[in-house]
């Protein structure tokens, strides 16, 4: 029996337009959708769903013994890949990842040149009024960039630093045939020299088991004194601690951050004070065309799911990789 003959819940715990709900309509015209605000889930909506799209809350999946599927607008999915959580241990658990690529490279390419022109600098002096002209901005050409990851984000951001004319390294878990726009690949035993050849590394990686404080106090070390460290992976990649401290004795030049230990960082966290330091709120995935391509993505597997094709569906994830 298909889902179209047996009927099918579909409940949305996310802010979603009334376009892009009767756009999920139009795909199951037979469905009967719930759009419930985050905050006000109860038991029994999840009791009544056979799909979730939305970042459940945890405490409720218990609940969901119908639940065959939940669909996260993050591409991030550490925070659900623990099977115990769910009622069905058969649950399909997929993610938007392919929505924030373009975005979070942009936002890492910004951040790269804010240092290379010495923007956040110039950013304090105009707040203080003065005209200062700083002779330590320099350029992007020719510089390397280390990427940690070679997913999504890491792929457009290669793509771009290329274009740039930099030396881009990549890290990726398993080594692969390398892309044009990729000078050097590694995998995680070439982390060491690939941190000591790069003027900027970026992470872009998953949290998983194994990359949860990838980068403490002696990846750290490895890097140059001039380095700069970005950061929109996931923030408990970083030994925020170590990272602190290397800022503060100048062990390497500076950071940018867009993602931290705990959010939204304490008001009282070292970070806000440095001067060698860009922060931004998590915010480096906003971008007005990131909620049209998650419901894509959604409705691309709606269509299978009802189809019965769940083993064709895309950007399932691995509970046990973690993303």
């Not at 623990?82 to 990842?97: C, F, K, R």
Request: glycine letters at 10%; one cysteine or more; a negative charge.
């Amino acid at each position: 029996m298909s889902a179209l003959d047996k009927g099918l819940n579909v409940l949305i715990g996310h802010e979603l337009g009334e376009n892009h709900v009767a756009r999920i309509q139009a795909v199951a015209p037979r469905a009967v959708i719930r759009h419930v605000d985050r905050d006000s889930l109860a038991p029994d909506d999840f009791a009544w769903s056979d799909i979730f799209f939305g970042w459940p809350p945890r405490k409720l999946l218990k609940h969901a013994e119908r639940l065959g599927w939940v669909h996260l607008p993050s591409a991030g999915a550490d925070s659900y890949v623990e099977p115990s959580m769910y009622a069905n241990p058969d649950v399909i658990l997929t993610n938007s990842s392919g929505v924030f690529g373009i975005p979070l490279a942009e936002h890492a390419f910004a951040m790269m040149l804010a240092f290379s022109r010495s923007l956040h600098h110039y950013g304090r002096l105009q707040a203080a009024g003065r005209w200062e002209k700083l002779q330590e901005s320099g350029e992007l050409y020719g510089k390397t960039v280390g990427i940690l990851g070679l997913g999504d984000i890491g792929t457009e951001l290669a793509k771009r630093a290329n274009a740039f004319g930099m030396q881009v390294w990549a890290l990726k878990r398993r080594v692969t045939e390398k892309p044009d726009y990729v000078h050097r690949l590694v995998g995680l035993d070439g982390l060491r020299d690939l941190l000591a050849a790069s003027d900027y590394v970026v992470i872009a990686l998953p949290l998983t088991a194994k990359t949860h404080r990838l980068i403490g106090r002696q990846e750290i070390e490895w890097m140059q004194s001039h380095g700069i460290l970005i950061n929109v992976g996931r923030g408990p990649i970083v030994d925020e601690a170590a990272l602190i401290a290397a800022l503060q004795e100048g062990r390497i030049a500076g950071a940018g951050l867009d993602v931290f230990e705990q959010e939204p960082l304490p008001e009282d966290s070292p970070l806000w004070d440095m001067s060698n330091v860009i922060i931004t709120p998590h915010s480096g995935g906003v971008t007005p065309q990131a909620i049209g391509r998650i419901v894509e993505i959604f409705c691309h597997n709606l269509r299978l799911w009802q189809a019965g094709g769940q083993s064709e569906m895309i950007n399932v994830v691995d509970m046990e990789a973690g993303y």
